[in-house]
């Protein structure tokens, strides 16, 4: 059922124009870097959450955490990954 549905939605935003079908495959790579690049991002922000020493190198207070941002970058690494799959596939949101 859930296949349906996706179908039925991507139908819907082609209609719309929340879809562009054509040749997109060049930004792929743009979106794959964004992705891993956000991934990365995440990564470095959920350490210097953790990491007392590294707190300490980088001369935050202990108390420093930012798993707000930790999540916010993890979301647009999806966000861009996705946008490469869409991309590889011949459609632009």
């Known amino acids: 059922m859930k296949d349906q549905e996706v179908e039925n939605n991507v ?19 743009f979106y794959l870097d964004n992705a891993k690049r956000s991934l990365s991002t995440a990564k470095v922000l959920f350490r210097a959450s ?6 300490k190198m980088l001369g935050l ?10 999540i916010t970058a993890s979301y647009y690494s999806m966000f861009y ?12 949101v």
């Open 11 to 29: 139908k819907y935003y082609l209609a719309e124009g929340l879809f562009k079908k054509g040749n997109y495959d060049f930004l792929t790579g």
């Open 50 to 55: 953790e990491d007392k020493e590294l707190k």
């Open 61 to 70: 207070l202990d108390s420093f955490e930012t798993y707000l941002w930790v």
């Open 81 to 92: 990954a996705v946008n490469a799959l869409f991309s590889k596939n011949g459609l632009k």
